[in-house]
Nanobody
């Protein structure tokens, strides 16, 4: 069963930080690469950061490189997204899913709002 629960979002001022957490079901982390996705208002959902199974190689979209860090804890079946130096353009609902995602198995997401 594929199930994820995201948490950690909130309202933060530009330049601030947040740490998102994703609790994943079963053996997802030991089988699949995982990603954090973002859906900004009026825009399509996009992959922001991803981490591979095994070696834990990471990739990021250009706009978050150097500011966001994705990590995983297989023992706790958790995936994290550390977000620093947040910008208003980072505003959106953040989702956790496999990479590539299991369509139809999205969680409720967690809202991140960057505003002064």
């Amino acid at each position: 069963q594929v199930q994820v629960v995201e948490s950690g979002g909130g309202l933060v001022q530009p330049g601030g930080s947040l740490r998102l957490s994703c609790a994943a079901s079963g053996s997802m982390l030991s089988v699949f690469g995982m990603g954090w996705y973002r859906q900004a208002p009026g825009r399509r959902r996009e992959l922001v950061a991803a981490i591979t199974v095994g070696e834990g190689l990471t990739k990021y979209i250009d706009s978050v490189k150097g500011r966001f860090t994705i990590s995983r804890d297989n023992a706790k079946t958790m995936v994290y997204l550390q977000m620093n130096n947040l910008k208003p353009d980072d505003t959106g609902v953040y989702y956790c899913n496999a990479d590539p995602p299991f369509e139809g198995h999205w969680g409720q997401g967690t809202q991140v709002t960057v505003s002064s």
